[in-house]
Structures are given as C-alpha cells and as structure tokens.
C-alpha cells in the first residue's frame, strides 16, 4: 500500500470517533471542588463562631475576679476585632460564589484567586489570633501570680506546686502546635480544592 492509498483510507475514515474536549466539558470538573469549598467555608464558620461564643464565658466557667474579667474582657474583644475582619471577607467571598455561573473561564479564574487570597488572609488572621491569645494567657497569668489569687473554684490554682520548667515547656509545646495549626490547617482544609481548580485553569489553557 503507497501513501496515495493511506491518504485515501484516512480520508474515508468516520470522523465520528474524534472528540475533542469542549470548555464547558472541563470547567465542568471544577463544579465539584467548589461546592466541597463553599461546604468547608460553611462548617469552618459555624465552628469558629460557636468557640468564639464559648469562650466568651470563660471567666464565668473559671470564677475569675472582677479585676481579672476586665482585662480578659478587654483582650477578648480586642482578638474579636481583628478576627471580624478576616469574618467579613470570609462571608463575602462565601456570598459572592454563588452569584457567578462557572461555564466560563473568568469566573473560574476569579474564584481560583479569591480562595488563594482567602487561604492567606485565613493563616494572617490564624498568626494575629494566635499572638493575642499568647498576650492575653501572660497577662492573666502574670495578674493572678501578682495578686497571688487563691479560691478553691478556680481551676488555674490547679497549678500551684509544678515545677515552672513543665509549665513552660507545656506552653512552648502548645505555642508550637497552635503554629503548626495557623501554617497547616487552611492548606489542609482548602489545599487540595484550590490545587483541583488550578488543575482545571491549565486544561483549559491547553484547548
């Protein structure tokens, strides 16, 4: 057979068999990792704000003093602050998802940078959350070491007796694992979507 006859039989062959991926094809594979975003944006909400709401009672479940609840108090709401505005951005982000239809590569394009941008702005909030609760655990410990606080129903007086030494490798050790918290867990969390979505963005640059 010459090339004449292989030209021939490659034209007489049905061009049914040939598909070629469409873009609404491929942006179709990043429906599923954005509905599992918006499902872990949700839950993550919900928990933060439950803790939030429990901790704000802690003074009350530790039988703090007067003196004790106003600095608490005032550090508490201080870390709330700066938490609301990651909240904010968090929400509107989560809101604005559902306003775009993801059959074009703009709107995957732009949900792809905003969760990247969200990820980074969840660990800044994470470290700043993270600093403060540090500041706030030394001044009520310094206060309470100051007044030299005893009451039967506090739990803190649990303490008294143990060697300083395992109380700081403890915090050390809490300190490093909180860390490890703020740095891991938004990757852990969001990670593998954004990666999924990043994945889909190239596929699409190839048709």
């Not at 021939?8 to 599923?32: F, R």
């Not at 403060?132 to 030299?148: D, H, P, Q, S």
Request: net charge neutral; hydrophobic share 45%.
């Amino acid at each position: 057979m010459n090339f004449d006859d292989l030209q021939q039989q490659w034209k007489d062959e049905p061009s049914d068999n040939v598909q070629i991926p469409s873009e609404i094809d491929v942006l179709k594979k990043a429906i599923t990792p954005i509905d599992f975003v918006r499902s872990s944006m949700k839950r993550d909400f919900l928990i933060q704000t439950f803790l939030r709401i429990l901790i704000l009672f802690v003074p009350v479940f530790f039988d703090f003093t007067d003196s004790l609840k106003t600095i608490f108090y005032t550090l508490y709401f201080t870390i709330l602050f700066f938490v609301i505005y990651y909240y904010y951005k968090f929400y509107t982000f989560y809101k604005n998802s559902y306003n775009l239809n993801y059959n074009s590569r703009k709107n995957l394009s732009w949900f792809y940078y905003e969760l990247k941008l969200n990820i980074e702005l969840l660990k800044a909030c994470s470290f700043i959350d993270l600093l403060l609760t540090g500041i706030l655990g030394v001044t009520i410990g310094w206060f309470i070491r100051t007044e030299k606080q005893h009451n039967t129903h506090n739990i803190l007086n649990l303490l008294d007796g143990v060697n300083p030494l395992f109380i700081n490798i403890g915090l050390a050790i809490f300190a490093f694992l909180m860390f490890l918290h703020a740095e891991k867990l938004p990757n852990i969390s969001y990670g593998k979507y954004l990666k999924n979505i990043k994945t889909v963005l190239d596929e699409l640059d190839e048709l």
